[in-house]
């Protein structure tokens, strides 16, 4: 495809309680040429290196208000960052997701998501289609 970004166009960022969740998608990234690094905590996710583009954030294992307060402080601090909650329970951090005239919108992908998924997601939202 065309307009499929390059592979050193994405630096994706993990963050999951799942240990197996951060491997097993850093491993499917790995694969497709895209730079990754993943992290259990969120004060980790905060120390981001600069050359991260995506945030790829499994919420469900942290306390809703965490997030909600993380999400709020990562837009404000990289308003360029592409943000995907992938989770079951995207109307608890509502607070967190919608436009606020200063960032990109957090993007939602439903549980369960496969590597594919995500990276299709991030691709599309990194490069959206010219019309």
């Known amino acids: 495809m065309a307009n499929r970004p390059s592979a050193g166009s994405l630096h994706v ?7 197996e969740t951060i491997d097993a998608l850093h491993a499917y990234f790995s694969q497709a040429g895209i730079a990754s690094n993943g992290t259990r905590t969120l004060n980790d996710a905060d120390r981001m290196v600069p050359a991260t583009t995506a945030l790829v954030l499994f919420p469900d ?3 809703p208000g965490d997030i909600v307060t993380f999400i709020t402080s990562l837009r404000s601090a990289r308003p360029k960052l592409l943000v995907l909650l ?5 109307q608890s951090f509502r607070s967190a997701l919608g436009p606020d005239g200063h960032s990109l919108p957090p993007m939602v992908l439903p549980k369960p998501a496969f590597g594919w998924n995500i990276l299709d997601a991030l691709r599309a939202h990194a490069h959206p289609r010219s019309t």
């Open 13 to 19: 960022a993990v963050v999951a309680d799942n240990p």
């Open 61 to 63: 294992d942290f306390d």
């Open 86 to 90: 992938v989770t079951g329970t995207p």
